[in-house]
């Protein structure tokens, strides 16, 4: 169903935290719907409860629109939903005009948008110069050094001893981030275990008091993708980010990869303005519609 999802509209239904979930079976706090005509999945809605509020994705095989499917399930996931739960959060794809009338005929309003941005990797601008010590043999060009105060150092992510270091780092830079900085060790854990795990892929920023940001680089299917990139907040202000995303892209051009995506939130202004400034440019927006309950 999902497949034929994405064939239609041209973007997948689910993002990775539904995916997984899928995988992992049942968790407190979570719930997954399906409708079935005979043996066929023709809708799926995945819910899952966060703090007083809930955040779901549904999808309804395009066969089946316009029929009440779609009305039927999000019903279902409200009556699952507990008497103190006020509000429920649910992501559209694609910012497609459909999801956006089948949400605002619902009661829900726009709350949040998120964009996937995209560069090539062909003619990367290499820094001149990498900071001393950087571990690394990328090679050099014509571009801004790459730098780093003193005492900073690079390195790749070390399996089983940085696990708690990046976890406080994580929730630290995203502690304003309704997703990303809530992971727990079970979450790191998973993507541990994905095929497309690399801690080579995972440059990790220290000074000797400890880890001061990460730049964690994905590849799927030949393109390379900023899959978390983060700052504590005592290293923000210094140009960590703007050098970790030179490494990361460094990391993935030294490894033939040609195409990189990363996401942003619109309201990380901060974020948006770095990206572009390393020649992103938006190819795709997904929303949030939120409905008070």
């Not at 809930?54 to 779609?70: I, K, M, Q, S, Y």
């Not at 001149?128 to 690079?154: M, S």
Request: proline residues 4%.
């Amino acid at each position: 169903m999902a497949h034929r999802c994405e064939s239609a509209d041209g973007i997948a239904p689910f993002n990775e935290q539904t995916t997984l979930a899928l995988s992992r079976g049942a968790a407190p706090g979570r719930m997954h719907f399906l409708v079935r005509q005979d043996d066929t999945v023709i809708a799926y809605a995945g819910a899952e409860v966060v703090g007083d509020g809930a955040e779901a994705e549904l999808a309804v095989d395009p066969d089946h629109r316009g029929r009440g499917v779609g009305t039927a399930l999000l019903a279902e996931v409200t009556a699952w939903l507990e008497a103190e739960i006020t509000q429920l959060r649910v992501w559209a794809h694609g910012d497609r005009p459909d999801s956006s009338a089948f949400a605002a005929s619902r009661g829900f309003e726009r709350s949040r948008v998120l964009f996937q941005f995209a560069r090539g990797l062909e003619g990367f601008a290499w820094p001149a110069a990498w900071p001393e010590g950087i571990g690394r043999n990328w090679p050099t060009g014509d571009a801004p050094n790459a730098v780093l105060r003193p005492g900073v150092r690079l390195r790749p992510f070390r399996v089983g001893a940085d696990e708690a270091s990046w976890l406080r780092v994580n929730a630290a830079a995203f502690a304003a981030h309704p997703e990303q900085g809530r992971w727990t060790a079970a979450d790191l854990a998973a993507r541990e275990a994905e095929t497309w795990f690399d801690p080579d892929g995972l440059i990790v920023a220290e000074d000797d008091a400890g880890m001061l940001g990460f730049h964690w680089t994905k590849v799927e299917h030949g393109v390379g993708e900023v899959y978390v990139l983060g700052v504590d907040p005592r290293a923000q202000g210094t140009g960590l980010g703007r050098t970790l995303t030179l490494a990361g892209l460094a990391h993935l051009a030294a490894h033939g990869i040609r195409q990189v995506d990363l996401y942003a939130d619109e309201s990380n202004t901060k974020a948006v303005n770095l990206y572009r400034s390393q020649g992103f440019e938006v190819v795709r927006t997904d929303v949030q519609w939120t409905r008070r309950l």
